[in-house]
Every structure is written in C-alpha cells, then in structure tokens.
C-alpha cells in the first residue's frame, strides 16, 4: 500500500477510533511516573532532598538531561547528559542550556528551605562553545549553612507548576497585577520581558500566525518530526518504563500504537491526516490564547541562557500563583534552516535591532482547565554512579 495512503487509512481509523477512546483505549498516568511531582520525602542527605524539587524543573521535550554528581560531600556537580540532545530541533542546544537554568534555581530555592546558600559556579571548568556542549560541568554548587538567607515564596508554587498546551480562556484576561508579578520575579537580571494582551488584537493577531506557521514548518520537517517521534511514549506501559518524554495516553494514539498503525520512524506527508489534524488542533488552542509572553536578552552565551531559563522558570512559578497557566513555544526561536524565516520574523516582531539580542523564551499565556504533571524519572536515575 502506497505510504501516503496507508496514514491516511490509518487517519480514518482514528477519527473512528475516537468515538470509543471512552470504552477503555484513553489510558491513566501510571502513579510511578509523577511519584515526583508528591515531592521529596525525609533523606538522610539534604542534596538529595533538594534534587527532589530540582528534577521538577521544566525541560524541552522533557529529555531531563540532568546528570548529577554527589560524590564530593557537601557539593553538586551539574553536567549535561550528552546522550539526551535534540541535535536536529536545538542544534546548538540552547534550549538544553535553558532547562539547565532552571533546575538550578528550583536547586537554589530548595536550598534555601533547608538554610543552606547554593553558591552555584557556572562552567567551572570552562564555558562551552557557542555550537557544542560538552562532559564538563555546567555547575559546582557548595552548599553553605547561612542564618541570614530568606526564604523564596515562589517555593510553594513548585509542586504545581504546569505546562498547559489546552486551550485557554480566550475572553478571561490577565490582571495588571499578576503581569507586574511576573515581572517582578526576574529582576535585577539583565534580560528583557514583555507580553501583549486583548489591548493590541493587531498585535496579538500576528503572534498567533507567526506561531503557527512555525508549528506547520516543524511538522513538516521530516528529520525534526522523527527526533520528535523519538522521545514519544505511547501508552501507560511506555511512560511507567522511560518516564520522560513525550507522554501519549489519548486512545486514539494508544488504539494506532497497539495495532501497529503508528510507525515512528517514517515521517508523515505535509497532507497526511497526522500532520493536518494537529496543525487544526494547535491552530485551534492558539485562537484560544489571549496572551504572549517572552524574554529577550542583549547577547547569547552560555551563561545568559542558564540565566534565562532561570528567570523563566520564575515567571512560570509566578503565573502559577495566579493561576495562569504558560505553554513555551519554541518553535519560531530554533536554529535550524527551515526556521530562518520565522527566527527572523519573531525579531521583527519584538523589535530586536542589535546583532546579539536573542529571544530566548517565547509562550502562551492564560486561563485553562488544570491538568496533571508530566513524567519525572526520579533522583536516582539522574546521579552519576562510581
């Protein structure tokens, strides 16, 4: 059977499908997988007890690509596991290095529960390249009792940060006052936050086009698509094994999954049922979206995209306080050659004129029906054995 053919049967099945996702296909998150998200219990080493919140940190793909070194009393060694990259959506893993920042500083707020000053030193081995990372650490954090250290309130929103991708509450808008919050949050770093509202429709407008469009252009990028397969696991059985991930429990994913109908490693025809349905879906959700956020900063090393996932991180903690749910949106801020057009329009759109400036998160914001967390592999699956 020709292939564009057969996703399209398979495109027929699942609408159908659908209709009886109800009578047991749509499966539960297993229990295992977000036994994280309940938080850490008593450790007899505060390191760990301080990892229990640090894994909870957002990550692109939710790769978790943190690999942690405890062997050095009373210190935490951060590396990069280079076996968990997007090489073909992030390159020059920029966002790997956002995810990084912001487990450091749920790292620095846990610290700070037990009494204890994360003196956190970036790249003490040296700085990686702009294109590559590498073995050496990302951080050396000592701990250090310190009587005089406040607590950081955006602690208590850990355990509930979100990140919502369902449609939001396109007539509810975002209070003055919780736009200031997030704000708020991230100062004194050196970076740049803005948003646009229901205030400016014409504004407002081109960021959802732009987000599409940039959504159809990674769809139909076949070797994006397949990294993005990759990481995909299907069904309860799959994400209680891997618990990372891209977790799919709909029945109708499930259903194409068990009758083999999904192959995950042929990417499908711009026209197939797979790619046109989702590119509906994420139009849809976007039309939803009374809200965009974003952080831009005045130059790109390694150091300023720690401190940006940092900062972001931050602003989610503090949209949850409010009840504002975020969806970052990377695809318009990735380096890859099909995203020329759309890198360069997001600059255009937010009016970056200096050759260093860099967008460095882009998202949706607003009001949605809560959901439940993602998968998280645990501590021990993220500690460096002897």
Known sequence: MDRRKFIRVVGGVSIAAATISSAGCAQRMPASAIASWRGPGHEADVRRWILGYAILAPHSHNLQSWLVDLRTPDEI???CDTSRLLP????????????????????DMASRECGLRADISLFPEGQFT???????????IRLVADSTLVREPL???ILKRRTNRESYELTRPIAPDTWLAMADSVKPNLLQFGHVGPDQPGLLQQHRKLAAEAWRIELTTARVVLETYSVLRIGAAEVELHRDGMALLDGVPVLMSTLGMFNRHISPAADDYAVTSQIRDFNSRLASTPAFLWLITPDN???TQINAGRAFVR????????????????????????????YAEIRRLLELSQPGQTVQMWARAGFAPAIGPAPRRGVDAQLVRA
Request: aromatic share 6%.
């Open 77 to 79: 060694l951060l590396r």
């Open 301 to 303: 090393d390694r150091q």
């Open 88 to 107: 073909e959506a992030d390159p020059f893993s920029r966002q790997i290095m956002i995810s990084h920042g912001a487990f450091l500083e749920l790292l």
């Open 315 to 342: 602003i989610q903690l503090a949209a949850s306080a409010a009840g504002v749910s975020l969806q970052p949106l990377s695809q318009a801020l990735q380096e890859y050659s099909e995203q020329a057009q759309s």
């Open 155 to 157: 602690f208590t929103q």
């Open 130 to 140: 702009a294109v590559d990372i590498d073995q050496r650490p990302v951080a050396r």
